[in-house]
């Protein structure tokens, strides 16, 4: 069985960096993308923000891109914080993001 680890620490923000994600508002959406991600078996080692961008270290598996982890982590939140009416008028994301490895340490 291969053993792969590969710490990525990745940063989002909210379109034309609108202060939208309000502290209570943060939390439960914080709260959202955990389970998401756990049913993705996407193992999240740390999650934060601000009110217009969001931190997230993600454990990358071998089977797992960049690209793609952020892509569901991104649309499905955006899509469930609409859906849920968490943030009006809603919420969306800049279409890029930045990411770097890091070390465990």
């Given amino acids: 069985m291969s053993y792969v ?3 990525v620490h990745v940063v989002w923000r ?3 960096n609108q202060p939208v994600l309000e502290k209570s508002k943060r939390d439960i959406l914080f709260a959202h993308i955990r389970e998401n991600a756990r049913e993705k ?3 999240i080692d740390a999650l934060g923000g601000y009110i217009d961008h969001i931190h997230c270290l993600v454990s990358l598996g071998s089977e797992q891109n960049i690209s793609e982890v952020v ?3 991104k ?3 955006s899509y469930w914080a ?3 009416k968490l943030i009006m008028p809603k919420l969306e994301w800049a ?3 930045y990411a770097t490895s890091v070390s465990e340490a």
């Fill in 95 to 97: 279409a890029d993001y």
């Fill in 71 to 73: 892509q569901l982590l």
């Fill in 14 to 16: 909210t379109k034309f």
């Fill in 75 to 77: 649309g499905e939140s």
């Fill in 41 to 43: 078996e996407i193992y």
């Fill in 82 to 84: 609409n859906k849920e």
């Fill in 5 to 7: 680890k590969i710490m």
